[in-house]
């Protein structure tokens, strides 16, 4: 038998003793949110409706277009000044970036033409700054708060041809749109207007709304979108219409659109250029993807009262994109029915097959994987975005780690369970990713801003950050910490909560402080690192090196050849110790192995003795 012999603690520990920035205080005392996590009484929230019409020119890549924004002041602050969004000046001659671009695609930026807000036409010169990919607007007249004001912009731009970045073309007539119109910055009760520049690395931070949304195209061309198709009946002749409202009602994988349907041209009504109609409410943005070569499979799921649509668009020659559609399908359900257990937020999903992986509400950007479990894993890590950050409108430019971390972890079961390896552990690849980097320079406290953190930035938002919810939910278990997730996701649905929402609801579901493992994991320099102290006596001392609390194994193998797996979870280290202290039963010991795969170390060396 294993007894605990002594803890050597220092003290204990309160979330709300960890350091709070000024903003969060501010926050509290204006009740804009608690300290439970749950959402503030004096709470208020922007909204931003678009009316958007535009056209779009495969042969030249340009897109002209022009919008018009309601915008609604919640909060109980006077707006002198409006900040846009221009997110393809990305692509503008001298604008900072975060990695090279080459020429090819460098161009003049967004053409802005055309800016009024209420009756005032604005001088484009006098009125208006641009600064990297924000642009501000100054106008006569300030809008007063609880009232509304519309805005007008009219604008044309370039997508890009070969240095897509989240969006561009995908050989020649193939092409994902996103970030491709002047969006409004979100204004919140944390920063008021938040005014980073797009730089490239850190993502989004959108506000919702309701969009209605045109789109002209050539004949031929067909349009998915995060909005849902207002205009089937105009566009579709009889024969698609039916496959298309079939895959909506069906379990089964309908080929809505297959290469002998490519060749026979009978796709569309002909009448030369089509405009696509679309309409969605409470999306916190909107994406399009237009092709006249792509098939398309699609199938639906039920979820709760309703069915969700399933889509996969895709190019003849893809590796694996023939099973995107089912592979998706299952994704929505699982999501919605297993872990987390959230029915899925919108009504659609389309997977376009351009390249690398991103998410945009109801669409999603995914290359040809290198291999099956590449597949299922950037699949369902897109498609988990939809949760976070969408149907929880996480702050991904300061808290990347929030949607990321939770989504590199959490959607990995529906690659263990789908996965034709029979031993793949995609849990284990997650671990030797965080491993690999984890103690180095490149170590970044989670709550350093993701706009902070350069090159250490995908380690930050992606590597520690699933590590460490991965090593939570060990410690909790299953139920408590998806529990907890859940409550999370109920109470910020739809709303813009930050990590101090995240901890304090975590901690309400858990019935316990978690600071000392918040304290460890998200603010402080360190690592996940035991090692093998001091043995004499059959007693043997864990030393935690690295100052991160994770769960404790010990392999403790015995001369007579008998074996013994010793288990401690993480709360051994609850009281900020670094040594903990273990006898072992009685018996001559030949070796001593500490963790295992799936318990983070980022030196192992230390991990193994012999006698």
Known sequence: MVFIISLFSAFSQKTEDLFIPKEMQKAYRNKT??????????????QTDYIIKAEFFPETRVLTAKETITYKNNSSDTLKIFFIKLYQDLFKKGAARDWDLGQEDIHEGVEIKFVKIGTEVLDLQKQTRRNSTIMSLKPT????????????????????????????????????????????????????????????????????????????????YLAWSSGILQNAEELYTEKY?????????????????????????????????????????????????????????ATSVRVGERRVLVNAVYKENS????????????????????????????????????SGGMEFPGMVNDGDARNHNGTLYVTSHEIGHSYFPFFVGTNEQKYAWV??????????EIVDTLSKEADYNPFIEMIKNYNFIAGSFAEVPLMINSTNTRDSYRYHAYNRSSTAFYTLKEYLGHEKFF????????????????????????????????????????????SADLALGEFKNNKIVIENKGKFPVAIELKVVYSNGNEEIVRYKANVWKQNNSRFEIELKKGKIQKLVLGNELIPDSDEENNVREF
């Open 403 to 412: 949607d990321e971390g939770l989504i590199t972890f959490f959607p990995r």
């Open 33 to 46: 949110r608690s300290p439970s996590g749950l959402v503030g009484e004096n709470y208020f929230q922007n």
């Open 319 to 354: 590796t694996d994109f023939h099973e995107v559609a089912e592979i998706s399908r299952f994704c929505v359900d699982y999501f919605s029915h297993v872990t987390p257990a959230i029915e899925f937020p919108y009504p659609q999903i389309t997977i376009f097959n351009g």
């Open 483 to 526: 529990g907890a997730l859940r409550e999370y996701a109920k109470r910020w649905q739809g709303k813009h909560p930050v990590p101090f929402d995240l901890f304090f609801t975590f901690n309400q579901v858990a019935g316990e402080d978690l600071a000392w493992f918040w304290k460890a994991w998200f603010f402080e320099l360190g």
């Open 141 to 220: 007249e300030s809008l007063l708060p609880k009232s509304e004001i519309k805005i007008e912009i009219e604008w044309s731009l370039v997508i890009s041809a070969t240095r897509n970045v989240r969006m561009g073309t995908y050989g020649e007539t193939n092409f994902m749109l996103a970030y491709w119109y002047p969006k409004m910055a979100v204004y919140d009760d944390i920063s008021g207007w938040n005014t980073i520049p797009h730089t490239g690395s850190c993502e989004y931070y959108n506000e919702y709304g309701n969009f209605d949304v045109e789109m002209t195209l050539p004949e031929g």
């Open 241 to 297: 219409l039916e496959r298309i409202n079939k895959a909506a009602k069906s379990d089964e994988i309908i080929h809505v659109i297959t290469p002998e349907d490519r060749l026979a041209n009978d796709i569309l009504h002909k009448a030369g250029k089509n405009i696509w109609k679309f309409k969605i409410d409470n999306m916190p943005d909107f994406a399009m993807a237009f092709s006249n070569k792509y098939l398309w499979d």
